[in-house]
């Protein structure tokens, strides 16, 4: 079956569609962070895809309002033998408490929690939070001062916050960028594919074709490293 791929943004959403040999066309609302692909038949064009997309937007933001739902359900409790993730590699929690000043360190396959005696899981959660900007914080500014040479240009300002439907964001106009703080989990692939997608909005505000042709032309496997983002586990979970 022939397949022809398109990257279309329709009110804010991203959408990835698949253009296929089939009768009827598809649309589906996946984890983690609600993806939106659509499989459509190789008869329609973008605009009409677009249109049936827009009929859709109530029941697509109906399921990524479900999938954020599930995602605070199963927020950890911050203790040992849950595990987490840095940077694609998932790490079974330990938690020690002693007295003194809280932090986190890596020992062998081991992420470990050194707290005061007490501490609640929202506190917890905090340390862990502040320790994953802190190593986003070390990582970034080589891929961008990486990016600023190979693309020409320069980025004044970027910063890392916590988003619930976009791995990152630009603004055209102050050439200002985000990060969602969860990049921190995935392979590190993955956060310079989204460094250089958003630096790539500095050139092409959509997700038309000439921004395809911008980030095959620069960062050729970007595809893949999307998908691997993209299917990744999000989450916390018990070390099994």
Excluded at 3 to 12: C, I, K, P, Q
């Amino acid at each position: 079956m022939s397949t022809t791929n398109a990257y279309l943004s329709v009110r804010g959403i991203d959408i990835d569609v698949v253009y296929k040999d089939i009768k009827h066309l598809h649309i589906g609302v996946y984890p983690p962070m609600g993806r939106v692909r659509v499989a459509a038949p190789t008869r329609l064009d973008d605009d009409q895809v677009r249109l049936a997309v827009i009929q859709r937007l109530s029941w697509i933001k109906r399921q990524r309002d479900k999938l954020r739902s599930a995602q605070r359900q199963t927020e950890r409790e911050m203790v040992t033998g849950e595990s987490h993730y840095l940077w694609g590699v998932r790490r079974r929690l330990t938690v020690i408490e002693r007295p003194g000043r809280a932090h986190l360190e890596i020992d062998g396959t081991r992420l470990v929690l050194y707290t005061p005696a007490g501490t609640s899981a929202d506190q917890r959660r905090a340390y862990l939070d502040r320790w994953y900007r802190a190593q986003l914080r070390q990582t970034i500014p080589d891929l961008i001062t990486k990016w600023e040479r190979e693309l020409g240009v320069s980025v004044p300002q970027w910063t890392i916050r916590r988003m619930k439907t976009k791995w990152g964001s630009c603004n055209r106009e102050t050439r200002h960028l985000w990060f969602n703080v969860e990049l921190v989990k995935k392979h590190p692939d993955c956060l310079e594919y989204i460094v250089v997608h958003e630096m790539m909005h500095y050139f092409e505000r959509h997700h038309g074709e000439r921004f395809t042709v911008l980030m095959d032309r620069h960062l050729p496997d970007w595809r893949p490293r999307r998908d691997q983002l993209n299917n990744a586990p999000l989450g916390d979970e018990r070390w099994r």
